[in-house]
């Protein structure tokens, strides 16, 4: 019963607000992870070269998020929003035009409430007049967090209506000085099934609370996505929230991610097409982190300028039935791409597994083909399959493929068909009969 309650919930569609801005996913930094609170513009500053020495940028990591604490506590004379002169002795402006000449767009990070989660001003009430300060700072990208809520006899309009506050100011102001609108990133956690209504709004939602740098956070988040897999699209996506690739026994908290579950982590985010804002130090980065954030074959299918879908689960592995379980999600995953079709298989389980699916289970492969077989992550053409593939992946591992068509299959298979229990003769007779 609960599998069918959740096909339910979960049978959804949206729209995507196409106005310019956000068509592909978000690539970048974001302060909060590594920093939380405890950050300087010199800092920050720091991060922001180290990207560009290291080639992120270069790579397609091209938005600094500021998120939250850098403002003072309260709202100047005039109701202004005021950075804090102690993070930022030169004032925002000099923040986002030494991003800018970093190669970098500048976001930055407000709320729906009364104030941010960290106790800063929020911009319930100040939509229009808190747009006019970021912009004027030189940010053109939004976080929008869910925090110090108004009581529900203020407002009166529950959580869409709180956002749909600042996606209208941030219309309103696109047309009025006929600039380009700001990017928005809503974050409510979740709460009231944004998947449904955030591409009206906005460019992504996130789907879930605060991310953690261990594994079992990353298996729950990959769990609640397959289910709302299907509701990516250009301009409009899932955010499984900052990527934590790069934070073992560092970040706040500390992580404790192993090399393959890093990989994994890396690799369900890009190929669901979720916004990739990297939060480690990348000053101390090491090979194996960048070696994972730099995975131009992976980085190519989150960016396809032609296919906004992203993958989706055609099998559950240890769950068949498509139930729910966080620490054992679905393992087999398949969708389309400029470059062939998409696989990702997941190992959910704690020891080494071999795994096998058969190609037809994908939606987008065609029966009676041979297909040459990419690894996205050997970078390289590894064989050619047909009918069925095998791998061995280790515990957390994962493999992404990458399939194009190479001629007909091989003549004189048996079964004739893949799905061999509804393959028929001409006379109307089931071959498995």
Not at 23 to 40: E, I, R, S, V
Not at 66 to 79: A, F, H, I, P, V
Not at 117 to 122: I, M, N, R, V
Not at 392 to 421: I, K
Request: aromatic share 12%; charged share 20%; hydrophobic share 35%.
């Amino acid at each position: 019963m609960a599998s069918i309650l959740l096909a339910v919930l979960y049978a959804t569609g949206t729209t995507a607000l196409e106005n310019g801005v956000g068509k592909l996913p978000a690539l970048g930094f974001n302060t909060w992870n590594m920093y939380q609170c405890d950050y300087t513009a010199e800092i920050l500053l720091e991060q922001a070269h180290a990207m560009v020495d290291h080639g992120l940028v270069k790579a397609g990591y091209d938005t600094f998020m500021l998120d939250d604490c850098y403002s003072l506590r309260e709202r100047d004379k005039k109701g202004r929003i005021v950075e804090d002169p102690e993070k930022f002795p030169k004032g925002m402006k000099h923040f986002t035009k030494s991003l800018s000449k970093l190669g970098l767009r500048a976001g930055i990070y407000s709320n729906a409430g009364y104030r941010t989660c960290g106790g800063f001003p929020g911009s319930y009430g100040h939509e229009a007049q808190d747009l006019e300060t970021f912009a004027h700072w030189g940010f053109t990208y939004l976080k929008y967090d869910n925090c110090y809520i108004p009581f529900d006899n203020v407002t009166q309009e529950n959580v869409y209506g709180r956002y749909a506050r600042m996606s209208d100011a941030i219309a309103a102001r696109a047309k009025k000085t006929r600039s380009t609108p700001f990017q928005l990133a809503l974050c409510e956690w979740g709460w009231q099934q944004p998947w449904i209504w955030g591409g009206r709004l906005g460019q992504s939602w996130r789907i879930g609370g605060d991310i953690r740098p261990w594994w079992s956070a990353l298996s729950s988040i990959i769990n609640q996505a397959s289910f709302i897999a299907s509701e990516t699209r250009f301009h409009g996506r899932n955010d499984l929230d900052i990527l934590e690739v790069g934070n073992t026994d560092q970040g706040t908290p500390p992580g404790n991610l192993t090399y393959d579950q890093a990989k994994s982590h890396f690799t369900a985010w890009a190929l669901l097409k979720s916004p990739l804002l990297i939060s480690s130090d990348m000053k101390t980065a090491t090979p194996e982190t960048l070696e994972i954030l730099e995975n131009s074959d992976i980085l190519k299918i989150s960016q396809d300028p032609h296919v906004g879908e992203g993958i989706a689960p055609f099998r559950w592995g240890r769950n068949p039935d498509y139930t729910w379980d966080p620490d054992h999600p679905a393992e087999y995953w398949t969708g389309n791409s400029s470059y062939g079709v998409v696989f990702m298989v997941l190992n959910t389980e704690d020891a080494p597994r071999q795994m096998t699916f058969n190609l037809t289970e994908s939606w987008a492969i065609r029966a009676g083909r041979l297909y040459d077989v990419y690894d996205l992550w050997a970078h390289k053409k590894t064989g050619t399959a047909y009918r069925n593939i095998s791998l061995e992946l280790p515990p957390h591992g994962v493999a992404a493929l990458l399939l194009n068509d190479a001629g007909p299959e091989p003549e004189g298979l048996e079964p004739y068909c893949a799905g061999y229990w509804q393959c028929s003769f001409p006379n109307g007779t089931y071959y498995s009969n």
